[in-house]
């Protein structure tokens, strides 16, 4: 079974910013990240429209995840098969540690990323896992999976993710 980690907040957090900070501090460490962020797609007057997918290792890689929509599944908006495609492709990049930036509600509801945020976890020989999980879905989340072995919540300070990361890179360099 692989580890993971969690950056947990509340909508509007920026848990996929702080990911790639993150990402960014660990390869400092000589770790090699992969994996994706959601990132906010939003009108002229701030409005969200839907979110992107994009990689973590290059985010100008990215493309369409979901979009406001009529037929809205669970929260708001239409996801597209294309888009949890492409993450997964992020996702099995080369890397000791992978980031999955998007655990909401439709991870809790085992829909989603969910498929691939357990697969990665459960599957012995994967990467470690840092999960960004949205606060009103981390007990469901976490429930469903081994216990995380650290994590950081949003909103936080500088030193705090420097500490994570240093903590990540000894524990990974332990294993």
């Known amino acids: 079974m692989s580890s993971w980690s969690a950056i947990v ?11 790639l900070r ?12 992969a994996g994706f962020v ?6 002229v007057a701030g409005e969200t429209l ?8 290059d985010p ?3 493309g369409v995840l979901a979009r406001g929509s009529e037929q809205a599944h669970i929260c708001g908006y239409e996801f597209l098969e294309s888009g949890f495609a492409l993450a997964r492709s992020f996702a099995h990049e080369p890397a000791e540690v992978v980031i999955v930036g ?16 357990e697969f990665l976890i459960t599957t012995a020989e994967a ?5 960004c999980v949205r606060d009103t879905c981390l007990a ?3 429930l469903a999976l081994p216990d995380p072995i650290d994590y950081v919540e949003l909103p936080c300070e500088d030193a705090a993710l420097e500490r994570l990361a240093e903590r990540l890179a000894a524990a990974l360099a332990s294993s």
């Open 9 to 19: 907040g509340a909508p509007g957090t920026e848990k996929g910013r702080v990911a």
């Open 22 to 33: 993150l990402a960014e501090l660990l390869r400092a460490r000589g770790l090699r990240v």
């Open 38 to 43: 959601q990132e906010d797609v939003s009108d």
């Open 50 to 57: 839907g979110w992107d997918v994009a990689s973590v290792a």
């Open 60 to 62: 100008s890689r990215r």
């Open 102 to 117: 998007g655990v909401g509600k439709l991870e809790a509801a085992k829909q989603g990323h969910w498929p691939l945020l």
């Open 127 to 131: 990467p470690h896992v840092v999960a």
């Open 140 to 142: 469901t989340v976490a």
